[in-house]
């Protein structure tokens, strides 16, 4: 049964600690993906990496930090950088990078900061 | 730049109502597009995609065709259910940042 998980499903952290939210996939997609959403908006790309070992910032990369050793996996670093975590994240992964490549998602983290 | 414009919501209609939700997009070039849908508390599904002008995507009941012309992509459905109540997401992707572009959502309602 392929697809993408997420763990955890919520999570609450203190001002001024890093979280790591987890991302893995079983469809042996090589480029994987992290977005940000806030309530009412539409999603905006944090990071993405096109193979292992590799990774790009994308358009809101201040204050996140991501790490590709393993294909199936793309965790992501909340740090303390970042000024207004709280937010749902969505991590995806697609076969490639053609514009034909389909993006799947995982269900979501939600991150509050207390 | 590219981008994509969504129509604003909420959109409320009745059971068995027939639905548009419009898109349009600006893009230099030969983008595909997609319509996603995210019911609450879920992560987004492919919904339908069209690669190429004049392609129709098409899935549980809605269609998308991709107008060139007029730059859009509008969704649309004969007769909608209560359980399509969510938020849908258009998007471009070009094949010169192989990054999706998003539109910012327009959440239906479906009232029985």
């Given at each position: 049964?392929?697809?993408?998980?997420?763990?955890?499903?919520?999570?609450?952290?203190?001002?001024?600690?890093?979280?790591?939210?987890?991302?893995e996939?079983?469809?042996?997609?090589?480029?994987?993906?992290?977005?940000?959403?806030?309530?009412?908006q539409?999603?905006?790309?944090?990071?993405?990496?096109?193979?292992?070992?590799?990774?790009?910032?994308?358009?809101?990369a201040?204050?996140?930090?991501?790490?590709?050793?393993?294909?199936?996996?793309?965790?992501?670093?909340?740090?303390?950088?970042?000024?207004?975590?709280?937010?749902?994240?969505l991590?995806a992964?697609?076969?490639?990078?053609r514009?034909?490549?389909?993006?799947?998602?995982?269900?979501g983290?939600?991150?509050?900061?207390? | 730049?590219?981008?994509?414009?969504?129509?604003?919501?909420?959109?409320?209609?009745?059971?068995?109502?027939?639905?548009?939700i419009?898109?349009?997009?600006?893009?230099?070039?030969?983008?595909?597009?997609?319509?996603?849908?995210q019911?609450?508390?879920?992560?987004?599904?492919?919904?339908?995609?069209a690669?190429?002008?004049?392609?129709?995507?098409?899935?549980?009941?809605?269609?998308?065709?991709?107008?060139?012309?007029?730059?859009?992509?509008h969704?649309?459905?004969?007769?909608?259910?209560?359980s399509?109540?969510?938020?849908?997401?258009?998007?471009?992707?070009?094949?010169?940042n192989?990054?999706?572009i998003?539109?910012?959502g327009?959440?239906?309602?479906?009232?029985?």
């Open positions: 049964d392929g697809g993408i998980t997420q763990s955890p499903k919520y999570l609450f952290r203190k001002e001024g600690q890093n979280v790591t939210l987890s991302c996939q079983n469809l042996n997609h090589d480029a994987m993906y992290w977005y940000r959403q806030d309530p009412g539409g999603l905006r790309l944090i990071y993405y990496s096109q193979i292992v070992n590799d990774f790009q910032k994308g358009d809101i201040e204050g996140y930090s991501v790490s590709r050793e393993k294909k199936e996996s793309f965790p992501l670093t909340v740090t303390s950088a970042q000024k207004n975590p709280t937010a749902f994240y991590c992964s697609s076969m490639g990078q514009t034909t490549d389909t993006q799947y998602f995982g269900p983290t939600r991150l509050t900061v207390l | 730049g590219n981008s994509v414009t969504q129509m604003e919501g909420p959109v409320t209609l009745s059971e068995e109502a027939f639905l548009t419009n898109c349009t997009y600006t893009a230099t070039g030969y983008p595909s597009l997609f319509w996603y849908v019911y609450p508390g879920e992560g987004l599904q492919l919904l339908l995609k690669t190429k002008a004049d392609d129709k995507g098409s899935n549980k009941g809605f269609e998308a065709t991709y107008r060139k012309e007029t730059t859009s992509f969704l649309e459905k004969g007769s909608v259910q209560v399509d109540s969510a938020v849908y997401f258009c998007a471009l992707l070009m094949d010169s192989y990054q999706l998003w539109g910012a327009t959440k239906l309602i479906i009232k029985p």
